[in-house]
């Protein structure tokens, strides 16, 4: 019965962490950083709360070094469609 359990729990944390490893980057993050928000609440043990702060640092440290990418960061403002002269 142990067994079964314990092959069981071992199965749903690698499904879990290959659905975190295919998932989009910007999707990723900010799944991580509602975690985060949710631990941070009164009541919560504080267990949760440092688990919640890891994987938002490891969710940030997946995005890589592009900050012109679109999956790095959200939008912050619409873009002017206008182009300006350059001389």
């Known amino acids: 019965m142990w067994q079964g359990l314990t092959v069981g729990m071992i199965v749903l944390v690698a499904t879990a962490y290959a659905i975190w490893a295919l998932v989009p980057a910007g999707t990723r993050l900010r799944l991580a950083s509602r975690l985060s928000a ?50």
């Open 38 to 87: 949710w631990s941070r609440r009164a009541g919560r043990p504080a267990w949760l709360g440092h688990l919640a702060v890891s994987v938002e640092r490891s969710a940030r440290s997946r995005i890589g070094g592009c900050t012109d990418c679109g999956t790095a960061s959200p939008p912050t403002a619409a873009r002017s469609k206008r182009r300006v002269a350059q001389d």
